[in-house]
């Protein structure tokens, strides 16, 4: 990048700007920080490629996310889970590890974790956890860093079986191995603080210590559709060379389009997973193209 001018006389006598562009100066931070996120988009884009032999079309990942650094975020993913874990041992919720439903977990959550590494270098390193919570709330989870937690209510007011378990936790490790909450909070970050673009997106740290700062609202945030459905698929891969049936995330949005349907209450993981025709559509479009990895598995299992 070229030095800025040290006067005023360093300015081309056109009026343009140092740069070279066709602007004044005094609009030359603006145009400056639209170039280096563009530079920024461009690298993204080289790190984020799809691995070669994904069977799911779901495109790169956003580029919004490269401003808020995962390390911080992941940071503090951490510490609001072992804040929740202890707020549930301290009231008698958390399932021992050694019960069988959390067993259960555990042996899903060990068959899918081999096959997350190539949607995000990052997963090798994590930390992988998995708690189960006594909760009547249908709901279940993953934070960045692979935080997993999964409530009682989930598993038994749907019965879901270990297909229909492998296909939520895929679809919620497809959230963390995605960026998605990452994506989310740059978003939030730069609408809340009124970002300067020429200060912020050229710094990056005051953005990023402003998101990392954001982590409370982790377990809060709301996808996008485009980020549900990328989910879907990402999980449905991952779920099916684990060796579990993909014909079960048809069946397990059937169940929650039920339960969607009633008057019951406790459905924290429908507000932010809404079900739908369209939904269960797209997955019965992509239950073929995973079907061969499902029954390779299978076979080596």
Known sequence: MRPSPSSASDLPRDGACWCGAAHGGAAHSLWQARRAFLKLGGAAATATALPAWAQVDVGEGSRLRHLVPAEELEQAANQQYTE?????????????????????????????????????????????????????????????????????????????????????????????????????????????IGISLGAQLLGLGDLGNYAARLGGQLLSLRFSRNDESDADLVGLEIAARAGYNPQASVALWEKMGNVTGSNSNGLSFLSTHPSGPERIRELQRNVPRVQGLYEQARRTR
């Open 84 to 192: 929740l874990i202890q707020q549930a041992h301290a009231k008698g919720a958390l399932v021992p590890t050694n019960h069988a439903q959390a067993q259960r977990l555990h042996r899903i959550a060990k068959d899918l974790i081999p096959h997350t590494y190539a949607w995000n270098a990052r997963a090798r390193e994590w930390n992988w956890s998995v708690a189960l919570i006594r909760s009547d709330d249908i709901n279940a989870f993953c934070m960045p860093g692979g935080k997993i937690a999964f409530f009682t209510g989930i598993i038994d007011r749907l019965r879901l079986t270990d297909d229909e378990i492998a296909m939520i936790m895929g679809h919620e490790m497809a959230h963390a191995l995605r960026e998605h909450s990452r994506e989310q909070l740059a978003k939030n970050s730069a609408t809340s």
